[in-house]
């Protein structure tokens, strides 16, 4: 018998990525090849081996019944008059669509809300002072807010109007607040803060919010099988879902952290990896909801635990933030940022991280793989957040018991420090910042406590030297080069002279990139935006904090519509809004409350109803009618910033001010022609 030779099946090795293809930052480039040098595996390689699915990502497979999956791909021959596909149950691809577009909005909104809902428990323990570790840090700010939720201020005692006590008014706000979430009657009180003619939108197309919870079970029943099976009926309550996060939870989320925490006023700190240091205990702080990385900002403050550093052999405690949370932290401490979304698990490859604190969202569950490649203690701490690696600490937090918490974290990572390994390697990539603005904090500086309102910035957009307005966010996407999208499209409307707000990912992607800096304006800026912010001193791209902070946009908006010239409504506005790299349900909800409040807003990386294009056709054309804004899609960076400057110049000339930007931008030989 011949002998069987025994063939060695080669081992296939894992295709990883190329860091040079997958970011444009050079940081992330270095960690990512350090991390494939260690095999240690990334979310940039699992894009690599992980494609897609392509009828899922265009939002036509259903699972919402055992019956299916029904997946309705869009044919390569698609006509419109004959797309007869349906799932099972009779389901057509727009039903389908738009009930998986109704679940991100729940979910999004759900996220947002419970953020809001959490803060709102913190803020009735403060109020009753059942804990010592948060205190009313914002008066005025309670004093202006309090009314909005028919709250008084003042009391009459014997003909004499008197302010009410602070506390009292707490207590009353508290409760008002978190009846948002569970009134039976009524609706939400923000939205009367919103101008009157887009109240009377919402009323017109009876999409107002009843109250926040109510909306998330809402789309859960009818988008459940056999219920809702009309597109437009369905993204009707997807509006009012989307603007019960906008004006609602997310609002209420980042008013009363305004209160606790304090008003974000302009500071200075600095961006990227490069903010970790060797010779300090690295705390990294990642999620959303500040209500324990508040208190963790004090606490590794004190004397205590630096004494506690020292003697562990540490010069310090360096803090920084991911994600949200670093927003958070960096606009009322000046923490400085880690990282974007995409860089979590790379802050951990650098060896240097002694403890990853994480809460809510945006959470990768890699983490733990990594962290356990290194010394890094991964710490959970939220009740509904937990990981089922066993190399995961968990230290539940309670808001009575939030600074003994805080402690208890502290400690662990200073502890830990001992435990780090000589195979250090921290990028030298940093780049300084300016964040930190709030509505009231470009009242200030855009209009001045004299004037007390948005005047000079409308005065700027009225005479041109401000295009327009722009609010750029959300998160990173693994699919797409990391940062590439966010950066492209902030350049090219800030050289188009079109200001730029920014929340989330993609503060922090511009704030890496240099683009938080007065000085940036010269470099990046069209003469008129530049000429703007020298005068002001202020950044051509203004950070306006986390992924809730979004509210902040939308009363930015209201003001600048109050303070005159630019129209009645949040519609009328020279306004755009996009998500270059969006990857989270939260965006969805993001974009359909811009969407619903009157603002053109563009996505990139995929559009979530591709697959039903007439489905698609109601969110990108029929919705102008509805409420004046509408959704688009387009992933080429360039063509995305001109889609949104078309939209604020078709404005400018509906309001008639688009001769003044003409006449601004004409340079010396123009004018000399003219008056020769
Ligand atoms: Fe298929 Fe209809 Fe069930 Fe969806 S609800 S999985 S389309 S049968
Ligand atoms: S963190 S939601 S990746 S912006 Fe708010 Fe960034 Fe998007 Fe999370």
């Known amino acids: ?32 090849a350090r991390a494939q040098k260690l095999g240690v595996e990334t979310v940039f390689d699992r894009a690599v081996t992980m494609k897609p699915c392509n009828i899922g990502n265009q939002g036509t497979c259903c699972k919402n019944c055992g019956m299916g999956p029904c997946r309705l791909p869009l044919p390569k021959d698609y006509e419109e008059a004959s797309d007869e596909r349906k799932g099972l149950c009779g389901a057509t691809a727009n039903t389908i669509a738009a009930r998986n577009f109704l679940r991100m909005i729940a979910a999004g909104c759900a996220a947002h809300s419970d953020h809001g809902r959490s803060v709102a428990e913190v803020f009735m323990s403060a109020a009753r002072k059942e804990t010592d570790a948060y205190k009313i840090k914002d008066e005025r700010k309670l004093r202006e807010l309090a009314p909005h939720l028919g709250v008084a ?15 009292e008014i707490a207590l009353e706000v508290a409760e008002k607040a978190l009846a948002e979430w569970g009134k039976a009657e009524g609706e939400l009180s923000f939205l009367k803060r919103a101008p009157g003619p887009r109240y009377d939108i919402w009323t017109k197309q009876g999409v107002k919010p009843r109250n926040i919870d109510r909306e998330i079970v809402d789309i859960m029943h009818r988008t459940h099988m056999g219920v809702d099976q009309d597109y437009k009926n369905l993204m009707k309550q997807g509006a009012r879902a989307a603007l019960a996060d906008g004006w609602g939870g997310s609002m209420l989320a980042t008013e009363l ?15 990227n990896l490069g903010v970790m240091k060797e010779d300090m205990v690295n705390i990294i702080i990642h999620g959303h909801e500040p209500v324990l990385s508040e208190v963790i900002v004090e606490v590794a403050q004190t004397k205590e635990m ?13 803090l920084s933030g991911i994600c949200c949370t670093a927003n958070e932290i960096l606009q009322r401490h000046g923490v400085p940022f880690a990282g974007t979304f995409l860089q979590q698990e790379l802050a951990i490859t650098t060896g240097a991280c002694d403890a990853m604190v994480v809460d809510v969202q945006c959470v990768f569950q890699s983490l733990a793989n990594v962290a356990k490649c290194f010394h890094t203690k991964l710490i959970t701490t939220h009740p509904m957040a937990r990981m089922e690696q066993e190399n995961v600490v968990h230290v539940e937090f309670d808001e009575h018991y939030a600074l003994e918490d805080a402690k208890k974290i502290v400690r662990m990572a200073i502890d830990n420090f001992q435990n780090r390994g000589t195979d250090v390697m921290i990028p030298k990539q940093k ?21 007390g309102s948005y005047y000079t910035l409308n005065d700027n957009i009225i005479n041109g030297r401000i295009r327009g307005v722009a609010g750029v966010v959300g998160c990173n996407n693994a699919r797409a080069k990391h940062n590439e999208a966010h950066i492209a499209v902030v350049k090219e409307l800030i050289k188009n002279d079109v200001i730029v707000l920014t929340t989330g990912c993609n503060a922090i992607a511009c704030a890496m990139e240099g683009l938080l800096t007065p000085e940036s304006a010269k470099v990046f800026c069209g003469p008129g935006l530049s000429e703007v912010c020298e005068t002001v001193g202020i950044p051509p791209v203004l950070s306006l904090g986390s992924c809730v902070d979004n509210s902040r946009i939308l009363l930015a908006a209201t003001e600048v519509v109050k ?55 109601h ?18 960076p ?27 931008l004409m340079d010396m030989a123009d004018r000399q022609a003219i008056e020769a």
Do not use: C
């Not at 209160?259 to 500071?267: A, K, N, Q, S, W």
């Open 563 to 617: 303070a005159g010239g630019l129209g009645n409504d949040l519609s009328d506005l020279p306004a755009a809004g996009s998500a270059p790299e969006w990857m989270s349900e939260k965006a969805i909800s993001i974009g359909q409350y811009f969407v619903s409040s009157g603002v053109y807003t563009v996505f990139g990386t995929v559009f979530p109803a591709a697959g039903a294009p007439v489905f698609q056709r």
């Open 1 to 32: 018998m011949a002998e069987v030779k025994k063939t060695k099946k080669p081992v296939k090795k894992a295709k990883t990525a190329d860091p040079k293809a997958s970011s444009i930052d050079f940081a992330t480039q270095e960690m990512l």
């Open 306 to 318: 630096i004494d506690y550093a020292k003697e562990k052999g540490a010069k310090g405690i360096q």
């Open 638 to 664: 360039i063509k995305h910033a001109h889609k949104m400057i078309a939209h604020i110049d078709a404005k400018r000339k509906a309001l008639g001010i688009d001769k003044a930007r003409e006449r601004v």
């Open 257 to 271: 952290q305004d209160i606790l925490f304090g008003t974000p006023y302009p500071l200075v700190s600095e961006a």
């Open 619 to 636: 969110l990108f054309e029929d919705m102008e009618q509805m409420y004046g804004g509408k959704w688009d899609f387009e992933n080429d």
């Open 153 to 167: 201020t003042t009391v009459e005692v014997d003909g004499e109007i008197l302010d009410r006590d602070k506390d």
């Open 431 to 451: 780049a300084p910042l300016v964040a930190g603005f709030s509505v009231e904090s470009v009242e200030y500086h855009l209009g001045g406590t004299f004037r």
